[in-house]
C-alpha cells in the first residue's frame, strides 16, 4: 500500500506536506489556510488519509488537498 500525494509523489512517516486550498474542519470553527505546512505526519490505514498534529490536537487530512514539499 503506498500513500500519494495530489502530485503523485510517494508519502512517509515523518514527511512535511503543505496544503492546497482552504479547507475547513469539522467540528471546529477553524479553518486551515492554503499553504499551511505540516511536519512529521502520521500514515493511517487509509491510504487516502494522514495524520497532522495542529497545536495540541489531532487532525486527520485526505491526501487529495496536499502536496509534499
Do not use: H, P, W
Not at 23 to 51: A, H
Amino acid at each position: 500500500m503506498t500513500t500519494k500525494d495530489t502530485n503523485g509523489k510517494e508519502l512517509d512517516d515523518g514527511n512535511t506536506v503543505q496544503v492546497i486550498k482552504d479547507l475547513k474542519v469539522k467540528g471546529t470553527s477553524t479553518t486551515l489556510k492554503r499553504g499551511t505546512t505540516f511536519k512529521n505526519i502520521r500514515l493511517t490505514s487509509n491510504e487516502g488519509q494522514v495524520e497532522c498534529r495542529q497545536g495540541k490536537s489531532t487532525i486527520v487530512l485526505k491526501t487529495e488537498f496536499l502536496k509534499k514539499t
